[in-house]
């Protein structure tokens, strides 16, 4: 019989196992999903950018795994916008050298030069945007980007018709099971109680902190705890409704592409369906290391007293200055935001995703699924695979297995750059709060 399994929330990488789990399972009600408010999830903005750009030959692989799905799965196909995107490098970057490369070793490039003085002639939505600060660009007509509320929603439907459990609630703690010695559930914030033969830990941003009292009880040491592998971080994006004229000339692909503006961020188009224009500021990468009980420094997304739609004045002086007064200028000047987003994602210092079976020997029925990077959203359709395998004790064969497993020290010293960019949250509050100490979770 099939091993009972509770999953973890219902994000991107949550989803997808909870689908690919139901295809797997003679009777899929053995499998939990447990969330308390999707929406809060990075998978439920309005738009997430499918492209398979990466310098990595694995991750490109990946990416076309997944893009074959969102083109041709009826379930997600009609989700997909395919707009091609533009990519402007500074000097020195040369990141889409380093991505066409492994293109053409891989026999298909569909990927041109672009000229930076040309931008705002070829693209009509790009007129009179500043591009003088850059170097060299290229377009890729194959990225698109899909509206992932929607099509989270109409994958997981296909695992809840195959007759998964979804429970609604937010999971206040792992239970541990002193006579088992593991964990053998959850308990929620309403007082039930859950359990299952094996825990999928799919909560994002959240993972540490429901984490971190196992570990505490299990005195696991600071280098061996997840907050080494993966730590809860923000962007910001911001959110202009367009009027039905405006929405008409920028959902045409031939005025206007996704445009990633150096390493300041991106701004998505619109489509008819979704008339808001897209700006993400992920130049800027936030955390916010809060103290737990037990005087362990972990990052949580839990901000007492803030919402995700509560930005500081830092941050949108920040995200005027260095993108929205010089990309698509004509739309958005002296033009009220329809609404800022502080948005959660789980990220390694090594970009690569998380899924693997918890290390410790008292945690091998505990697995993470963590790692989306603000990037991890296009393998909604083929991620679930993956993790599959892991729960069930299968090989994704060794270079998967290295690239998704649990990171040893030397790995992570030589990743740790990754994460020097991330600024404190208490550092970019607006001036009467920012001298406010270390938050306690």
């Not at 991106?266 to 008339?275: A, F, M, T, W, Y």
């Not at 990468?285 to 362990?296: D, E, F, L, P, Y």
């Not at 069930?392 to 649990?406: C, I, L, P």
């Amino acid at each position: 019989m099939d091993p009972t399994i509770i999953i973890i929330g219902a994000g991107t990488l949550g989803t997808s196992t909870a689908v690919h789990l139901a295809h797997s399972y003679s009777d899929p009600s053995r499998i939990a999903l447990i969330d308390p408010d999707p929406d809060l999830a990075a998978a439920r903005d309005v738009n997430r950018i499918i492209r398979t750009d990466y310098p990595s030959k694995l991750y490109c692989d990946l990416a076309n795994e997944a893009l074959h799905a969102w083109f041709w799965d009826l379930r997600l196909q009609r989700f997909f916008h395919k707009t091609g995107w533009l990519v402007l490098d500074e000097e020195g970057v040369g990141r889409g050298e380093s991505v066409r490369r492994v293109f053409r070793e891989r026999g298909f490039d569909r990927t041109e030069d672009v000229a930076v003085g040309d931008a705002g002639s070829r693209w009509e939505g790009l007129r009179g945007s500043e591009f003088g600060r850059f170097q060299r660009a290229y377009f890729n007509p194959e990225v698109g980007w899909v509206n992932a509320k929607q099509a989270t929603g109409a994958f997981l439907d296909d695992a809840l018709k195959r007759g998964i459990r979804r429970v609604k609630g937010r999971v206040a703690e792992l239970v541990w099971s002193e006579e088992m010695g593991k964990v053998e559930g959850v308990r929620l914030q309403d007082g039930r109680i859950f359990t299952a033969d094996k825990i999928v830990l799919a909560a994002g941003a959240w993972t540490s902190g429901l984490l971190s009292p196992i570990e505490d009880r299990l005195a696991i040491a600071e280098r061996d705890r997840l907050e080494r592998q993966a730590r809860a971080t923000a962007v910001v994006s911001v959110y202009y409704k367009l009027a039905p004229e405006e929405v008409h000339r920028l959902a045409n692909p031939d005025n206007m592409p996704i445009v990633v503006y150096g390493k300041q961020g991106e701004v998505i188009p619109p489509s008819v369906n979704q008339p808001l224009l897209k700006y993400n500021l992920s130049g800027l990468k936030i955390t916010n290391s809060v103290a737990t009980g037990s005087g362990r420094t972990i990052s949580s997304p839990t901000i007492p007293g803030r919402d995700q739609y509560d930005v500081p004045t830092y941050i949108k002086e920040q995200f005027e200055a260095d993108m929205i007064s010089k990309l698509l200028p004509e739309y958005v000047r002296g033009r009220k935001p329809d609404h800022y987003r502080i948005c959660w994602d789980s990220c390694t210092s090594t970009e690569d995703l998380l899924m693997c079976k918890h290390p410790h020997e008292k945690l091998d029925n505990l697995f993470i699924a963590a790692g989306g990077s603000f990037a991890g959203y296009k393998f909604l359709p083929n991620a679930g695979t993956y993790m599959v395998n892991v729960i069930h004790g299968k090989s994704n064969g060794s270079e998967k297995d290295r690239a998704f497993g649990w990171k040893s020290q030397p790995d992570l010293d030589a990743a740790a750059k990754g994460w020097i960019q991330c600024r404190e949250w208490r550092d970019l509050q607006d001036d009467e709060t920012s001298s406010v100490p270390l938050a306690r979770l």
